[in-house]
């Protein structure tokens, strides 16, 4: 009789990070610390207009500076000029204008890339800008979506006739008759506004060709190297199998780097034009216009219930704004919220139209949640207006029309199916940490001693959906790309691991997460396994990261295949200890006889038998490796509950978030450590939003938040300590019953914070305060009630 | 974010700079901290021929006591400056606004008397210095002169310091009334809305004498003078708060992004209160 021995697992430790060391002792490896002999060096004459034709380009002036190698306009980069990539074309009748990497005869928008020059140095490049010569004739600039959408607008592309680009409807139900039912219907417009992602690390990258092949490496900050490489493959027609494409380390992307550039493509076809390497690194001000952009969506919507607060169905009609040009998924931005305007709440109807539109403005594209913060921005917004439009608590609102802990696995209005959650459970964890009873009592307190500074509590109850998947799905969305990951596992001779990911990391912590996968199912020790990543020449297969897929599809490919591989192991070890695999089982990463503990082998003398093959059973070929390419059988569905003790300042406008707490459920934690980090990450981006950033243009279209100095994004002296806490309800369709965490917090944070200053000033008549809640917006939305109370 | 090719002097005289400046021409630059002329440089708003390093000359670092007043370097830096036992014991404001000044990095490279000598409307220590009223020694080809606040601001990042000279030091005379700066700003790294810098003699409980620096309400940090005439008297958080009302007489506030003009001019009234207030304590 063998007694079970609980084997010693990493999963679910909050172990530090194998990452941390090399980071915080300068061992990085930027891309723009890359230095190839040879090197040429890029700078790009951007255009200072939104909307203007070129009527004169000569870049002959650049050619006769110092250090200068090559200097370019579209006329003389010819066919070698791009057609930036759009892979998602979410209508047949979609208009998808040109983009090429260099404007030809008109530029659309402020950054549009107008010439190159390339020279020896950095400096020299950017020195020779000022001998380009360049004339522009002004046209009018598009910049408000409903003008541009008015006839007799000036259009953004004259040859497709209008600036709409798509109008996609879903219609679940019959939103009208539910509204015919209801008692009350509440509408708003939100205006979630236009944001910058500005990682710490500028968006870098080297192309060099590399002298013994006709191989071209390509070293990019970017969150997608393997998208990329078929992305450069298609665009400059260089064959892909010539391409190799390495994400060194990369400080941060927020979706601002799950994108192929204009100045990748520039980057790459120069390097092969000039047969040496070329190295381009933005800016903080090229970040600012020439970075895509995030949200900016004119969300108008309507909710219908009946007056004892049964919502009965719902209703969105947003303008989305595409900039300029479409980028990788712009258009399919706004339909990653569409299905997640109903959230956790239960209704008989929904309708969605979403009309994308051109404006001479920078791209927008992903930016962390891509189109789920924008989504659960409006739903926890309206639900908190209809809960006062009827006199309710929100949070009994909300208890009344969510989904509960015993309906799942349940089919939204939507379409979607979430496997599990419960809300119940992250809820009433989360009220217990704020004491929100004790802070609406003090809440009372301030509005009835009319205090200069009122209190005020926000709500935000929100469920997301993570790793897009499976890709038949995305097929069905229109989405040319497919939602699986892949995961080789390969036993060293000498004992050690090695884990093989398609995801490519940049601050999400893939190494320790993915080792702590591995080692629960192979008994090595952390430490003894090293994660490969981010270079598709080590890493040839992967679906890269972006979406809080890692570990949602990654990790199961990691599963997947580290299970595969002890299987392998289990056949040779069966082999050598003359019994038969079945009558093994695997413990602490050593296959023992069931019954007879003092027969066993350690994986890792499997793995030099499989290495040396000389005694290997029948059939089974030499070395210890596996593989696992996982397509999962649907989205994940993390959910959580936010909650903000927001105080007004009600002579100066200024808010102040007192306390935050959130309680996350991302189902099953590999390491609940870095589950906290992306938490309190998530969050800060969150209410970054909501208080302090926000891209503004002028009717020219001039981007006015063109520096950090204007465009505000806050510090941690700006911020709260964060109280976070978690529930775990594992995702049933995901084998590891994880969910994903990377986008969570950004999504539920924007809501909560603005409920709460609604909330504190809703007895002075406020519903609404725009984002970002600024000192200013905040004292003129008072002003304003006051005068409306008149 | 690559300044266009420049000479670099490093000098450690005062008339070493003098030289180096005039040998320089109208093209030179003064650098110390560096804080706000290098951003200048890599955005290219300025192309200066030649920057001339007045970080270690030694007569121009450090705090000293002369005795009725204190005298500080002009390339000491924020963080030596806020940390100063002379400058907290008797010129608690500036010290208060200095802690203001953008974050501890660039506290710790950034010169007070370079933010003086830089003049930015939305600068900190500029509004401190006029409440405590300090005077300022100016280095030229000439000689030496001495300057008053009320004169040394003139306009939009504009001072008394002309382009052949160099500000050595400014003295503060010692000063024991309650202080305090207000600072309103959207995050902590960013610039002041609006500041209020107050200087309160209070005695038995009235306002004998308060002076007040207002920030970024007009090209110059500028006295709330209508303010401090109407707080003579004052005993009372209500009279603080009526004398502060005219906060904004006399200023010429802009609008940008993050404040149109009347907000700003409201904000100065709120402000004011609350920096008179917390500096005398009523």
């Known amino acids: ?790 | 974010m690559i300044p266009v090719e420049f000479d670099y002097v490093k000098v450690t005289s005062i008339d070493q700079a003098i030289s180096a400046l005039k040998a320089g021409g109208e093209d030179a630059k003064i650098i110390s901290g560096g804080q706000s002329l290098l951003p200048v440089l890599r955005l290219r708003m300025a192309e200066p021929s030649v920057l001339v390093d007045c970080g270690s000359i030694d007569e121009m670092l450090g705090v000293r006591d002369d005795g009725g007043s204190i005298t500080i370097g002009a390339a000491t830096t924020h963080h030596g400056v806020m940390n100063d036992p002379l400058v907290q014991e008797h010129a608690l404001l500036l010290a208060q606004a200095t802690a203001t000044v953008a974050d501890p990095a660039i506290r710790h490279r950034g010169t007070t008397g370079g933010a003086l000598a830089h003049a930015d409307p939305a600068g900190d220590v500029p509004a401190a210095a006029l409440a405590l009223n300090a005077s300022f020694v100016i280095a030229g080809p000439g000689g030496r002169r001495t300057v008053a606040a009320k004169d040394f601001f003139l306009d939009y990042f504009t001072t008394a310091v002309g382009p052949d000279e160099i500000l050595v030091s400014f003295s503060i005379p010692k000063c024991d009334w309650g202080s305090h700066y207000s600072k309103f700003n959207r995050t902590a790294q960013a610039w002041a809305i609006v500041g209020a810098a107050a200087v309160v003699n209070v005695q038995g409980g009235v306002i004998k004498e308060a002076r007040i620096g207002l920030t970024n309400m007009a090209p110059t940090a500028i006295r709330a003078s209508t303010v401090e005439a109407a707080l003579v008297g004052a005993s009372s958080a209500a009279q603080i708060t009526a004398a502060a009302m005219h906060a904004a007489d006399g200023t010429r506030a802009t609008s940008d992004l993050h404040a149109k003009a009347d907000y700003r001019e409201h904000l100065a009234r709120v402000i004011t209160a609350r920096a008179v207030r917390a500096a005398s304590g009523i």
């Not at chain 1, 690194?281 to 216009?289: A, F, H, L, Q």
């Not at chain 1, 040396?612 to 059939?619: D, E, K």
């Not at chain 1, 204007?710 to 994880?738: E, K, R």
Request: overall charge negative; glycine content about 8%.
């Open chain 1, 1 to 790: 009789m063998t007694t079970a021995v609980e084997t010693e697992t990493a999963l679910g430790k909050p172990i530090r990070r194998k990452e941390d060391a090399h980071l915080l002792h300068g061992q990085t490896n930027w891309t723009d610390n890359i230095q190839l002999p040879g090197t040429v060096h890029m700078a790009i004459l951007r255009s200072p207009m939104a909307h203007a034709k070129i009527t004169k380009l000569d870049v002959s002036g650049a050619l006769a500076q110092a250090g200068v190698v090559a200097a370019y306009g579209a006329k003389e980069l010819g066919d070698l000029n791009g057609g930036v990539p759009c892979v998602w074309p979410v209508t047949d009748d979609i208009k998808m204008p040109a983009f090429p990497a260099l404007a030809i005869d008109k530029v659309r928008q402020v950054g549009d890339c107008v010439a190159v020059v390339l020279a020896t140095s950095a400096a020299a490049a950017v020195d020779a800008l000022d001998s380009i010569v360049v004339s522009y004739e002004q046209l009018p600039a598009v910049t408000d979506m409903e003008a541009a959408l008015e006839s007799g607008s000036a259009l953004v592309h004259d040859e497709i006739e209008t600036n709409a680009c798509y109008v996609y409807k879903m219609p679940c139900g019959d939103y009208e008759a539910s509204r015919a039912k209801a008692d009350v219907v509440v509408a708003r417009r939100f205006i979630n506004q236009r944001l910058i992602p500005t990682f710490m690390e500028p968006r870098s990258v080297v192309a060099a060709p590399m002298g013994m092949s006709d191989e071209i490496t390509i070293w990019s900050s970017t969150q997608i190297p393997h998208v990329l490489r078929v992305l450069l493959a298609l665009v400059t027609g260089i064959p892909e199998n010539n391409l190799r494409v390495v994400a060194p380390d990369v400080g941060g992307g927020f979706g601002g780097k799950l994108q192929c550039y204009r100045e990748e493509i520039l980057v790459t076809n120069l390097a092969k034009k000039l047969g040496r390497p070329v190295k381009w690194t933005e800016t903080r001000s090229e970040n600012m216009v020439a970075t895509h952009h995030g949200r900016d969506q004119i969300q108008d919507i309507e909710i219908a219930a009946t007056k004892d607060g049964k919502i009965l169905g719902l209703k969105v009609t947003l303008l989305a704004n595409m900039g300029a040009y479409l980028q990788i998924i712009t258009p399919g931005v706004p339909l990653l919220g569409m299905f997640m305007y109903p959230a956790i709440y239960k209704m008989d109807s929904y309708d969605f139209t979403c009309t994308g539109v051109f404006t001479n403005k920078t791209p927008t594209d992903a930016y962390r949640g891509a189109g789920r913060p924008e989504a659960t921005y409006a739903i926890e917004r309206i639900v908190d207006e209809l809960a006062a439009e009827i006199g309710m608590e929100p949070m009994e609102l909300r208890k009344k029309n969510w989904i509960t802990h015993d309906e799942f696995p349940y089919t939204t209005v939507a379409g979607l199916t979430y496997d599990t959650g419960n809300y119940e459970a992250a809820t009433e964890k989360a009220l217990a940490m704020f004491d929100y009873d004790g802070l609406r009592a003090e809440q009372a307190q301030r509005r009835a001693s009319g205090d200069p500074v009122q209190l005020g509590i926000g709500i935000s109850t929100f469920t997301e959906m993570c790793g897009l998947a499976p890709s038949r799905t995305l097929g069905a969305l229109k989405y040319v790309a497919g939602g699986w990951e892949h995961c080789t596992v390969r036993a060293l001779p000498t004992g050690k691991i090695e884990v093989v990911t398609g995801t490519s990391p940049h601050g999400q912590g893939h190494e320790t997460a993915w080792s702590q996968i591995a080692s629960s199912i192979l008994g090595v020790p952390v430490e003894d396994i090293e994660v490969i990543h981010s270079d598709t020449g080590r890493s040839p297969y992967g679906m890269d990261t972006y979406g809080s897929r890692s570990l949602a599809v990654g990790g199961q490919a990691i599963k997947a295949a580290s299970e595969r591989l002890v299987e392998k192991a289990r056949v040779i070890a069966a082999h050598q200890l003359e019994c038969s695999a079945s009558d093994l089982e695997f413990i602490n990463g050593s296959f023992q006889v069931k019954g007879d503990p003092s027969k066993s082998q350690a994986l890792g003398a499997v793995a030099f038998e499989a290495f040396t093959a000389h005694n290997l059973p029948p059939g089974v070929e030499p070395t210890l490796q596996a593989e696992a390419t996982i397509d999962p059988v649907d989205f994940s569905y993390p959910h959580g509950t936010h909650l903000a003790a927001m105080e007004v300042d009600t002579e100066t406008g200024q808010v102040k978030v007192r306390k935050y707490v959130c309680v996350d459920d991302v189902g099953m934690q590999v390491n609940p450590m870095i589950v906290e980090g992306q938490v309190h990450g998530g969050v800060a981006q969150g209410i970054a939003q909501a208080l302090f950033e926000g891209a503004e243009y002028d009717e020219d279209g001039n981007l006015l938040t063109a520096s950090l100095a204007d465009y505000l994004i806050p510090s941690a002296a700006d911020l709260p300590s964060f109280d976070t806490g978690t529930t775990v309800t594992p995702s049933t369709t995901h084998p590891l019953g994880t969910k994903g965490v990377g986008e969570a917090g950004t999504i539920a944070s924007t809501p909560a914070i603005i409920n709460g200053i609604v909330d504190a000033l809703r007895h002075l008549g406020v519903t609404d305060v725009a984002m970002p809640a600024s000192p200013q917006t905040v004292w003129r939305t008072i002003q304003a009630a006051k005068e409306g109370a008149k």
